[in-house]
């Protein structure tokens, strides 16, 4: 028989393809049975005798116990952490500082891999995110922060910088170590010392930053992390010794936390809930805007504050958009979140699952078009396959509350002016993105959109220099870059 040529051989499609699996080892990681909370240097017994577990939301695997911190412990966090303020730490030099900063970045990278594994462990995300993103970036902060330090007079010049003292910090779990290095890298780079909280269910990588800052030598007291629940979280912002709470999480945790700290001189900074539009031209470069979108509500699961959950597409590219977007969807590989060929992992916790769930519902009922790829999802743990829907009306609530999952909304406008105002309407403004050739029209967009970022022909993009932060129920406050300092710092003049 003649061999067919290979015009004619018959070639699997892309989308037909398998991947073997490739699984990062996990050896690597040593967990402990049980993680007491890190207060003053050393890993203590909670004084509430509280535990709970923690777990693998890919699985539902246990993986280890972990300290639920009560009144007494956060108390006693606050004063381990009141006594090296006092102490060693705002008597030390600026450089020297800057030294045990540079350390821990350098801790970060060095054990890079055992983090990666227990984020994705933990969290659920795929190790490809953890390994290039949530890792490397968490040590740019170190790294950055601790550039910071020893030239703070000239960050802010005539103005008399000094510490405030004593920082709260409470962060969620969508980017569990990155999230500690936006708090801890700044605060400790202005000389202030730290309790932080980090959420329940990714307290995993935060336990091991512990041990990094041992390593580092760092004094005891000036980082000491509490794990618990939301009980936890409100007994340290009630606390009366903090100079400053420092939230990232729910809008209304947020606006809780305000009302509390409201009149007492606590500096408070917010960063909370979020619905992004991500708004593509018709004259964007097609192809690379499906992949801007996708990266843009598909990474992490979608659990990203900033991400772009409201496509708002030109009408005159809406089919050709769609269709490419639909396709674009059929190659996103779901599953196990060790492995390296994994792009959407698990869904972080059974609640976050269950909140998705019925917001998807609550978009078919309101009668927009759903599509999700075939594909199967595991039969243990929490999963969610990408879906799009279409045909979304701009009062559904798929359009206005925050899904935070693998769900994007797509709606159409004709005139830039008309993109403008369907983007600002939102009770949020944290992120937006624009795609279109046209350098003038992106500026154009930049200056009417009420969003902390707006990015340009790419979505979701980080750098430790640049702020981040919201308007309007998006909260306040900068994070990342000089003005990432401000808020741990008073001016004596
Ligand atoms: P999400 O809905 O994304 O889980 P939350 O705002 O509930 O966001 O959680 C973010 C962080 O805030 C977590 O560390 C959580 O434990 C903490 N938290 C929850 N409730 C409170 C509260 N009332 N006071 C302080 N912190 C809280």
Not at 143 to 155: I, N, R, T, V
Not at 171 to 184: T, V
Not at 380 to 393: E, K, Q
């Amino acid at each position: 028989m003649a061999a067919k040529s290979p015009a004619t051989r018959a070639v699997p499609s892309p989308l037909e393809w398998e991947y073997a699996p490739a699984p990062e080892a996990r050896d690597i990681l040593a967990l402990e049975d049980r993680y007491g909370l890190y207060i003053g240097g050393e890993q203590v017994a909670p004084r509430s005798r509280k535990w709970f577990p923690t777990i693998s939301p890919a699985t539902e695997e246990h993986l280890a116990e972990v300290a639920l911190a009560g009144p007494r412990d956060v108390d006693l966090a606050v004063q381990a952490a009141r006594g090296a303020f006092e102490g060693e730490w705002s008597a030390l030099r600026p450089a020297e500082r800057a030294k045990y900063l540079f350390r821990i970045a350098r801790l970060i990278q060095e054990r890079s891999r055992e983090l990666a594994v227990a984020e994705s462990l933990n969290g659920g995300k795929p190790i490809k995110e953890s390994r290039d993103v949530d890792i490397p970036l968490a040590a740019a902060h170190f790294f950055y922060y601790a550039g910071w330090a020893d030239k703070l007079e000239y960050a802010f010049p005539n103005r008399k910088p000094r510490p405030l003292g004593v920082a709260g910090q409470i962060i969620p779990w969508n980017f569990p170590l990155l999230m500690l290095s936006w708090k801890i890298a700044p605060a400790l780079a202005c000389g202030n010392t730290v309790v932080l909280k980090p959420a329940e269910t990714t307290p995993l990588t935060a336990l091991i930053f512990t041990d990094i800052c041992r390593q580092a030598g760092l004094p005891a007291g000036v980082v000491n992390i509490i794990t618990g629940d939301g009980s936890t979280g409100a007994h340290l912002v009630k606390h009366p010794d903090l100079d400053k709470v420092a939230f990232t999480g729910s809008t209304g945790v947020g606006k809780a936390i305000r009302r509390e700290l409201a009149g007492t001189g606590v500096k408070l900074t917010l960063e909370l809930g979020r619905k992004a539009a991500n708004i593509i031209f018709d004259d964007c470069a097609l192809d690379q805007a499906v992949e801007g979108v996708v990266h843009g509500i598909y990474f992490n699961q979608g659990h990203v504050c900033c991400a772009g959950s409201r496509l708002l597409v030109q009408e005159s590219i809406y089919e050709p958009l769609v269709a490419k977007l639909k396709r674009r969807l059929r190659t996103i590989r779901v599953g196990d979140p060790l492995d390296k060929n994994t792009d959407l992992g698990a869904i972080n916790s059974r609640m976050q699952l269950d909140r998705i769930r019925e917001l998807v519902a609550s978009g078919e009922g309101d009668g927009a078009e759903m599509y999700q790829p075939p594909c199967r999802l595991p039969e243990r743990g929490y999963w969610f396959a990408p879906t799009v829907f279409t045909n979304v009306a701009q009062s559904s609530r798929i359009a206005q509350e925050e899904i935070f999952g693998p769900v994007l909304s797509v709606l159409t406008f004709r005139t830039p002016e008309e993109a403008v105002e369907k983007a600002n309407n939102t009770p949020y403004g944290l992120s937006a993105g624009v795609w279109t050739e046209k350098g003038s029209r992106i500026l154009w967009m930049a200056e009417r959109l009420r969003a902390g970022v707006v990015w340009a022909n790419t979505f979701n993009r980080f750098d430790p220099t640049s702020p981040f932060g919201g308007y309007k129920e998006s909260g306040f406050g900068r994070e990342g870059g000089l003005h990432g300092l401000e808020p741990y710092l008073r001016f004596d003049r």
